[in-house]
């Protein structure tokens, strides 16, 4: 009886929003950075005979697909920080969150770059000859974080990130815009993988599109003391601090330029379920025709209605104005 009890209250616990929400942004974030960072180290450790940059982009995209499907509807699945900074930037979520869920995704995202480092341990010396670089032809230190390549400048690379965040912050909004032309119902998880996949593919090669502090510094900082050392952060002339601070800046750009010029406050009007002017002769009674007593429930209220009618008196049906959108919707970044 003791160990059921202690289930019981360790799960009471784990019932409340805040916890759940820490645990879905820990685990959607671990499992979207473990499909990512294996890919990864298919395409380098492999020398593309077992992955490629394909497969790269696909890992990372539908490992956010997974992710969203975890924890879409607990706590959102952000899985990135500079979504949650624009969220409680922009008023869409408490400040009081954005420790939770960054601390949740920052230990899923070095929790995963660890699982990637047992599981590849052998095959990274392997390849390295037992000499863990970061740059080099045998540097395996890009197998967890994003490095400048040389024919990139610092500053170029930081508006790249800056322009590919606010892309991909302006596509989430639309995605989830209920009131433009969202992702249909069910399918926003397979949508916004996509949408990584094309930023991947398209606009990826300058930098490695980190895109997100939460992907870039978890595993660097997890590098730095598996071995790799200090360099993980002097590389690309202090490379680090971009993936950092431009996604956070270019997520609030993007979410901004969105709601100024395509969002919508105006709420939509209700469609009735049939038009007021309608022939009396095609309205439908909902209430018995006999003078016994009946009683029904409700599926919108659930209440149980009874009434009594004679065969006399009929009246007819009123319409009832549909649930808006905003009630029941729920956004997912």
Not at 43 to 54: A, P, T
């Amino acid at each position: 009886m003791a160990p059921w009890s202690m289930i019981t209250r360790i799960q009471a616990k784990m019932q409340r929003n805040m916890v759940r929400e820490f645990f879905g942004e820990l685990i959607s974030t671990y499992v979207m950075m473990v499909f990512g960072l294996g890919s990864v180290a298919h395409m380098v450790l492999g020398e593309n005979k077992f992955g490629s940059y394909l497969g790269v982009n696909l890992g990372f995209g539908f490992g956010v697909t997974m992710g969203v499907h975890i924890a879409g509807g607990i706590s959102g699945a952000h899985m990135n920080s500079a979504v949650t900074f624009t969220s409680c930037a922009l008023g869409r979520m408490s400040w009081k969150k954005f420790p939770v869920y960054v601390l949740g995704q920052f230990l899923g995202s070095f929790l995963a770059a660890a699982t990637i480092y047992c599981l590849f341990y052998t095959s990274i010396n392997h390849f390295s000859n037992g000499h863990l670089t970061v740059t080099g032809p045998t540097a395996t230190a890009s197998i967890f974080a994003t490095y400048l390549p040389s024919h990139m400048t610092l500053w170029l690379g930081f508006l790249n990130e800056v322009l590919l965040t606010g892309l991909l912050q302006l596509c989430l909004f639309a995605i989830t815009d209920k009131q433009n032309n969202p992702a249909l119902e069910g399918t926003q998880a397979l949508v916004i993988g996509i949408l990584v996949v094309i930023i991947g593919t398209s606009l990826g090669m300058n930098t490695g599109y980190a895109i997100n502090p939460s992907r870039d510094l978890p595993p660097r900082f997890f590098t730095f003391i598996a071995g790799w050392g200090s360099e993980v952060f002097r590389a690309g002339d202090n490379w680090w601090w971009v993936p950092v601070v431009a996604p956070p800046l270019g997520a609030c750009i993007g979410g901004i330029i969105y709601l100024i010029f395509l969002g919508s406050n105006t709420p939509r009007e209700p469609k009735t379920m049939r038009e007021p002017n309608m022939h009396e002769e095609h309205r439908i009674s909902v209430l018995p025709k006999t003078g016994s007593q009946s009683s029904k429930t409700s599926p919108l209220t659930g209440v149980s209605v009874s009434s009594k009618l004679s065969h006399k008196s009929r009246l007819p049906a009123q319409p009832v104005p549909p649930l808006s959108d905003s009630a029941i919707s729920l956004e997912r970044f």
